[in-house]
């Protein structure tokens, strides 16, 4: 199987946040004002690739954590890492070692030896959800609003 | 067109925030001169934060809602803010330093935010902890900045004390309180108020700080509390008490809460739950567990995306929060006594949470 080690993202920092909790991943877009949500599987993925590891790994790992299909497996991934990617949440790095990752630490219950899911469990596609309901919000307090040189422009000398 | 540039980071020659800092310092001991000093001293999170005010008009801006965590302290203050306004003291908004090649990347012990609407410039030293803040006009200020003010400011200065500021609500009894949670239009000041009005205690409904630590906690930041013109008809005994009846029903209707319920109001408080309230048209209210990713989703956001210098390390605060401190949601119904009741009742038998 052919590993493209091209294939490596890197989190959209520092414009893009993020925070895993529980095995769930909530993802903040600073600039455009939306955030995301990101269920479990999708959370597994979201964090291989911002740890440095490629898409391709990441669908083997889930392949062999759910004893499913490595097609179906890495064409779900590849569906997620596309709208990520559109969405500008991650950016594709180069280099052979792909070491541009985010450097968080993932401990190997997530994406090190693939623990086998539990019994029954079937993989599901990883599902991105999105929410604009914070964009009037960003619109309308323009917090960093300032000119070029980052003083206010003094219009009255009041 | 306005460029949307972070102010605390640049790139190439900017401006020198300490340099700033000082030209909006010198400004403020001209305005002093003017228009006289007033102190006040407040309790935040237990730390001390001390207000020179450049006039009693400008004192007005702050003391409202910052006035039930009011401390006679003359203890040298873990924060200062000197605060003034040009309409008061007749002196102008500074010129600008000059640009300096060597700020490069920004001093990143001066900390500076310029809001455009309203009018706002926040500087604040975080090695001396100092901060300067100009209005143009205290007169002026909108009761929205009034309800919460020195956000900016405020937030800088907790971050250094390991607090995160959120956009959130909370109330409590006896030491222990839960943080109400979610973005505008969830139900935060509706829940806040009624459990007010049913007996519990009041930190805030818009803006806390919470802390991690052995044991997770609340803290006030302001009392006031604001409702959109059309739900106050739900709370008839708060309506004569309205602050700003004449910007009604253009603005928010607002309330500083220590005015007509001084002993109800809660300075710090052991976090016990996070609900996150959700409008159900039915009548009797429930509280159910959710995951915490869903109070994140509910919180963070909202938190982020309105307070300078927000980052990674602010959504990290809040998530190690709720990974400490367990979540529901807070199915609100209509009938508000019903409300208080369940919120009262789960703030007294929640467990506490340990290390």
Redo the contacts between chains.
């Keep these: 199987m052919r590993r493209d080690v091209a294939d490596r993202y890197r989190v959209n ?2 414009t893009v ?10 993802i ?1 877009h ?2 455009r ?1 939306l ?1 995301y ?1 990101l269920d479990e599987t999708g959370a597994e993925v979201w964090e291989g690739l911002a740890a440095g590891r490629s898409s391709s790994d990441v669908a083997d790992h889930l392949a062999a954590r759910f004893g499913s299909d490595r097609a179906e497996v890495g064409s779900a991934v590849d569906s997620l890492v596309d709208r990520l990617r559109s969405e500008e949440l991650i950016v594709p790095v180069d280099g052979a070692d792909g070491a541009d990752g985010d450097g968080v630490a993932i401990p190997s219950a997530v994406l090190g030896d693939a623990v086998p899911a539990p019994a029954g469990a079937r993989f599901q596609p990883p599902r991105l959800e999105r ?1 604009g ?2 964009q009037d ?2 619109l ?13 422009e ?1 219009r009255e ?2 | 067109m ?6 605390d980071t ?1 790139t190439g020659p ?2 020198s925030r300490r340099e ?1 800092l000082a030209r909006l310092t010198d400004a403020f001991a001209q305005a002093v001169v003017h228009t006289g000093q007033v102190e006040r001293t407040y309790s935040i999170a237990g730390h001390s934060v001390r207000i020179q005010a450049a006039g009693e008009a400008v004192l007005g801006i702050v003391d409202p809602a910052l006035a039930h965590l009011a401390m006679d302290d003359q203890r040298s203050p873990d924060l200062v803010v000197r605060l003034w306004d ?2 008061s003291s007749g002196v ?2 500074p ?3 000059p ?1 300096d090649a060597t700020a490069g990347d920004g001093d990143r012990t001066v900390r ?6 309203p ?1 706002i ?1 926040s500087i604040y030293d975080r090695i001396r902890r100092r901060a300067t803040v100009w209005v ?2 205290a007169a002026q200020v909108p009761s929205n900045e009034l309800a919460s003010p020195l956000r ?1 400011v405020l937030h800088w200065w907790s971050r250094d004390h390991g607090l995160q500021f959120v956009h959130g609500g909370a109330v409590g009894l006896d030491g222990r309180a839960v943080l109400l949670a979610g ?2 239009g969830a139900g935060k000041s509706t829940a806040a108020l009624a459990c007010l009005l049913g007996g519990l205690d009041y930190l805030g409904d818009d803006y806390v700080l919470v802390g991690d630590g052995p044991r997770p906690a609340v803290h006030s930041l302001y009392s006031a509390a604001k409702l959109q013109p059309g739900h106050v008809e739900a709370f008839p005994q708060l309506g004569p008490l309205v602050e700003n009846a004449h910007e009604l029903p253009a603005e928010k209707a607002m309330w500083f809460v220590h005015r007509h319920f001084s002993e109800r109001t809660m300075a710090s408080a052991r976090a016990v739950g996070v609900l996150v309230p959700e409008v159900t048209g039915e009548r009797g209210t429930t509280i159910v567990p959710i ?3 869903a109070a ?2 509910a919180l ?3 938190t ?5 210098g927000a ?2 390390g ?3 605060a ?2 190690a929060f ?2 400490r401190v367990p979540s529901y949601r807070l199915r609100s119904g209509t009938d508000l006594p019903g409300l208080a009741q369940a919120v009262r009742r789960f703030v007294q038998e929640a467990p506490e949470v340990s290390g």
């Design positions: 920092q520092p946040l993020h925070q895993t909790i529980e095995g769930e991943t909530v903040i600073l600039e004002g955030y949500s929410f309901d914070l919000l960003l309308l307090d323009p917090i960093h609003a300032v000119d070029e040189s980052g003083w206010p003094r000398n009041s | 306005i460029a949307r540039v972070p102010v640049a900017t401006w700033g040009s309409a102008p908004l010129g600008l330093p640009p500076s935010a310029y809001h455009a609407v009018r410039m143009p006009d900016t973005p505008s995951r915490p990713a994140l989703a963070a956001p909202s982020i995306v309105q307070l300078s980052d990674q602010s959504l990290s809040i998530g709720l990974g």
